[in-house]
């Protein structure tokens, strides 16, 4: 570089990292602050609330959430959204049912890339459409929501799996134990853990970010924007494939309307999560708090005999105070921008440009 | 600075392209030398932008070649472009807000670590470097939303030289950047240019090409017209060229003698954008707002119609208050405004063309509440043919219109309103030399007609030519009022930028 | 680009109207030929009664898709005027009083959802999934899982009646007044035109002087009105009140709408496609519950033409860009 002597002088200094990321901090340490607070007062009214057996049955009931609302957050960060999630952990549920009632010697392994399977490949096909359809997500997955669990009614019928027809290995993985840790634990933590190291330090994950966030500069950039929305849509189908087998193994009974409903709480565990629904933001660790969170409220309502029936009325109310407090973080972000753009305008004084 | 024995970086042959029935590029033709910056002008709709999207791999040519380095190569898509060595620079910045700037400029080409994730220090090492060596001082872990134009235009060029770009592409980079900005830019350009670098610059404003090329494309719809050393041409022989005849009279003013005071605006204010601003326009009379990008004019008269609120301050029209924060109320007041932004405010580009004259008006030509298609067949085609529109039929949706047409809808769509106050925000920005002189004709004829006038504009020429007042904006303020008489580049200039700084 | 792809959309839209009328035309002829006890005067009744939560909440719905924004709550607020009906009915409430009260607190939670929309500026698609849960969840904590079933016949058979001896029944009428009312105000008059210009350039529109907001917030108002009116009619119809009525009929009234040829992206549509999608999914669906499909199943069915019904047009758009780049290049190598 020769000719930098006519560059002007250096016109700004910006500082943005320490008050961004002390945002983004700030969601995950509410979502902790609220559970601390929510364990608390449970346990004050009920003790029983941090017994052994309690705490099993929030993790197990996490674990389950935690690996959809994995994906989900995978999905939404890309700018999409995966309703159908429900239905695939039920299709999937039962069809690796079938599988283990048919062959009693598989092993666990193997039920648990079946599943895998079967909803990576309902992932693919929402994929597809999506893509190559150029069918907006939100229409997609709300019919295959509806396509996969009437799939799994005209191949169930009124069918149900009971833990009688299931064999002795395939259930005991739910009280299996890694050093002392719950298998079911253990897959999700492995999940978590691989998606978010994937999403942070990898260049699909920044690129899966990148989409969300412009999709134009994205395609400009020359991103991959097809495979990588194959891959988002794969991971959340197959992680539901997987979150179906978790649920064979820990109710023990399947039938064809296992996981109904379960998509609103997916989405309300990654927008209670931080994940923007607009994408380009949020984590996977949020997404997983989030499904903690939820879990533990349906769990203290429960102890605390407070009727069941207000817990879907809970999720509806989580997400609209979520999706408030993002656009009320976004303003107030908005604005403390606006008014350093004008100082900083104010220190330049003028330019020379009227033609 | 003629090198006709090189080859060049780049060279563009003979290149077609069509959408449907329409040719958007008929035979372009340039080549893009080593060290050079190369200008493309031409009208808006002559198919400079498509050029654009041809070299950066988004479309893909019907005919003729693209050779980079004497080889034909064929884009696919905009990586195989960038990965030819490519880089477009769009007016319009294409960042990904929710991530930092460092990732923004290593974004595709991670620096990678260990079991390949990706190297964050290597990548702010990066970026801090290329900012460095552009001279600029950009925080590379700050999210690039709320960076300014100016900025974002800096991290793109970043992205390009850390792509180890060699052919830079600019489209209208200096649209929306202030004097100090555009000088900033030049100044990176002019250094990469020393560096070997081929720049093909794209820009209306003839001092910037003439201060930043060393070569000129000029096209006319579509087609190419000529490639000349910047020095063999003059700018009246560019616009000849551009509009291919010669120019009438482009600033047909009419005396009028100024009536009773119709718009009086006072004390407005709006926290951060422009504080007290105060003023008045007078039947007959067309005042001009002048000032730098970014001054505050088309924040003030957007206050004033009410399409955003106020903090403080008064509107009045023909004495009576108006509401503040409703554009209806500014309508039902007698005022109208041609906003900046055409396609995006101005129009509703998918809607017909009679959709969108009689939209503002829909309430008034209904009959018992029901709009049958007839009275807003008349009424569009009433105002469509008085200003002159070509059109195929009332029915077609806008956005097929030229750009000069479609801003004559624009008024159109007001004028039926039968304003008092006219206001126009950059009327005749992007459209044709010859549309120009009929939309300033237009607006002396209706001032004639004793309609006040509200003009903003960056064109100086425009302003000096058309305005019987010049308000100079800085800064959110009013600084100056500048009569017909004593109205001068120097003069508005002057007022424009502020004690002490000289162009 | 965009420039000379409108015309072409916009003859499609039309295009994709009259197929749809075909098509529904057809699927009727079939079902009639093929389908026992389809073509009934009993059947015909039936069908009414079927498709009519789904045609009334479609109407405001087209309005609501075609500004651009969605309303997925509606289903909910469905059930939850039903669970409201009911518990107000045990605690003694005249019908006369506990209907419009009804139809006034669909108006109120439309307003909810109206308000986050355009008060708080917040994703409608995310607003109204917060409130689907939300709504049904409370519909639930009103009604429990129990079912409120003693409800007086002379509002029963009113809505399962018909006109005299002819086989019309009562509701039809109801329905086709306000579908003619939809229509009207959206193909001609003023609301209409804005609701057009909202959804194709909502800034466009702000700066023509339309209150978009104001405008946006009484279609959730009117749409949450009228999910309620449904609310009262599907209660009625099975003579029970319960938390989970309706349940996804979201879906069912989102795809007729998309079916009908409205735009998910907001701007284009229009309100015969629409009332042509609705009788098509019912006629489908009641034919299929004829021949034995059970309810499950049908939203196999519910759910494909959804997505066929954005994915057909889009393909033959691009398949019918292909043809054109060929033919371009054809031309240009002779």
Redesign the interface.
Known sequence: ????D???A????????SW?SSVVRARELGIVLALVALVGCTTVANPRFLSGQSIRDILLGTSILAVLAVGQAVVIITRNIDLSVGAVLGLSAFTVGSLVQDNPGLPVVVALLAGLAVGGVCGLVNAVLVRYGQVPALVVTLGTLYAYRGATYLWAGGQQITADELPRDFLGFADASLLGVPWLVVIAVVVIVAAG?LLR???LG??L??M???P?????????VGRNTLVAFATSGALAGLAGVLFAVRFGTVDAAAGTGYELNVVAAAVVGGV?VFG??GTVWGAALGALLLTTIGNSLAVLDIDQFWQQAIVGALILLAIAVDRLVALR??RA??????KT??L???????? | MARPDATPLLEVCDV?K?????AAVRGASFPLYAGEAHALVGENGAGKSTVVKVL?G?HRP??GTLRVDGKPVDFG????A??AGIA?IYQEP???????VA?NIA??R?P?GRF???DRAAMRREALALFE???????P???A??L?IA?QQIVEIA?ALAGRARVLVMDEPTAA????????LF??V??LR??GAAVLFISH?F?EITALCQRVTIMRDGAHVSTDPIEDLTVPEMVRRMVGRELGALFPKQDVDPGEVVLEVSGLRRA?VFTDVTFQVRAGEIVAL?????SGRSEVVQAVFG?DGRDGGTVHVDGRAVRAG???A??AAGMA?V?EDRR????????SIQ?NV???R??AL?GF????GGAERREARRWTERLQTKYGDLG??V??LSGGNQQKVVLA?WLATRPRVLIVDEPTRGIDVGTKAEVHRLMSELAADGVAVVMVS???PEVLGMADRVLVM??GRVVAEIDRADAS?EA??FA???QG??? | ??????????SRISWWDAAIIVVTAVVLAVAAGAVDNFGTGRNFGFLVLDLLPIALIALPMTFVVITGEIDLSVASTLGLTSAVLGSLWNRGLPMETIIPLCVLLGAVLGAVNGLFVTVFKLPSLAVTIGTLALFRGLAFVVLGDSAVADFPASFTSWVTGTIGTTPIPNVLVLLVLLAAVAG?VLH???V???V??VG??E?????????VDRLKFWLYVVSGAVAGLAGVLWTLRYSSARADNGLGLELAVVAAVLLGGVSIFG??GALPGVLAGVVLLATLQNALRLSDVTNEALNVVTGVLLIVSVLLPNLGRSLRAAL?RRR??VV?QT
């Open positions: 570089m020769t000719a930098l006519t560059a002007p250096p016109v700004r200094v910006t500082s943005g990292a961004w190291v330090n990898y260049r920044r690129e970010y990148a969300g966030s412009s134009e500069a994205a395609t400009l950039v020359g991103i991959k923007a380009g933001s972000t908005a921008l606006k008014t350093r753009a004008l305008r104010a330049k004084k003028g330019g020379s440009h009227v033609d | 077609v069509s959408f449907g029935a329409v950066a988004v019907d005919g898509t905009p990586g195989e960038k990965a477009v294409t960042l990904f807000p929710d991530l930092s990732e974004m595709g991670h990678t390949g994730g990706i060596r552009l001279g600029v001082r950009v925080d872990a700050r999210p939303r709320g300014s900025d992205k950047l202030t004097g100090v900005e555009v000088e900033r100044a990176v002019r250094a020393a560096d404003r001092e951060g002048a000032g730098l990008v970014g399409v409703s554009p209806r500014a309508m405004l906003p995006q405010q101005g129009l509703v580009m998918d809607l959709r009689t939209l503002p829909s309430g209904a509440g029901l709009l049958l077609d949706p956005g097929t769509k960056s064109e100086l800085r800064e580049e508005v200039m424009a930028m502020g700084v000289v162009a | 680009m965009s420039t000379d792809r409108a015309p072409r959309l916009l009207v001609a008059t003023p209409g035109r804005a057009f210009a194709a350039n800034q466009a529109a702000r700066f023509s002087g339309i209150r701007g284009r054109r371009h290049r240009r």
